[in-house]
């Protein structure tokens, strides 16, 4: 059975969503975020030495990084409908916003919420930067989804799952709107009860 390391308000509800559509068993050790620095316990850091979440524990492996986490869960899944079949267009598109919700998306987004939390007039080198790969970014999500359903094309793919998670992020710190592409998508993402099954654990 996959043991989830899950940390409160963290990415790790990527993979409880995504064992829940795979209908796979698992059990879930919880993580509290310090309530002054919103960081992990120390306790996390004696699972894994980055002390982040998601991490998981299955058959003698510890793994870390939700990319990793979420190929590594495919690979011991009976069913595979949530990667499409390797060589297709689909599986190409999968693997680009598999990586692209931890790549291109995570540095803006993660950047906003840390300047967020100081004094800024918008002058300095950094809020340039990163109002302009965030609107980049946003943009070219908003284009993808007005032409097809889901991010892998018209069926629902793990790479939802990874961008769903990296786009809420975004909204709940209010980086963007007048996106409604966007915000339809979520809203069909977070009515799949698998989702909500995930959410139910903070």
Not at 86 to 97: R, V
Not at 105 to 113: E, G, H, K, R, T
Request: hydrophobic share 40%; net charge negative.
């Amino acid at each position: 059975m996959i043991k989830v390391h899950h940390l409160n308000q963290s990415r790790s509800t990527r993979i409880i969503w995504l064992l829940e559509e795979l209908q796979m068993e698992y059990e879930v050790e919880h993580y509290q975020r310090d309530e002054h620095t919103r960081l992990a316990p120390a306790s996390l850091g004696q699972t894994h030495p980055l002390n982040k979440a998601p991490i998981i524990e299955h058959n003698g492996l510890k793994i870390c990084e939700s990319g990793a986490i979420v190929e590594y869960i495919l690979d011991q899944a009976k069913q595979s409908h949530l990667r499409p079949e390797k060589g297709t267009q689909a599986y190409y598109q999968y693997i680009e916003w598999l990586h692209f919700a931890e790549g291109s998306l995570a540095l803006p987004v993660i950047a906003s919420l840390l300047m967020q939390m100081e004094p800024r007039d918008g002058s300095q080198a950094m809020d340039g930067y990163i109002a302009k790969e965030l609107n980049l970014d946003l943009s070219f999500i908003e284009a993808t989804l007005s032409k097809q359903r889901y991010f892998a094309g018209e069926q629902f793919s793990a790479a939802d799952i990874m961008m769903t998670i990296s786009l809420e992020i975004a909204l709940n710190a209010n980086l963007f709107e007048n996106r409604p592409h966007i915000s339809r998508y979520l809203e069909a993402m977070q009515a799949r009860s698998a989702y909500q099954k995930a959410r139910a654990y903070g």
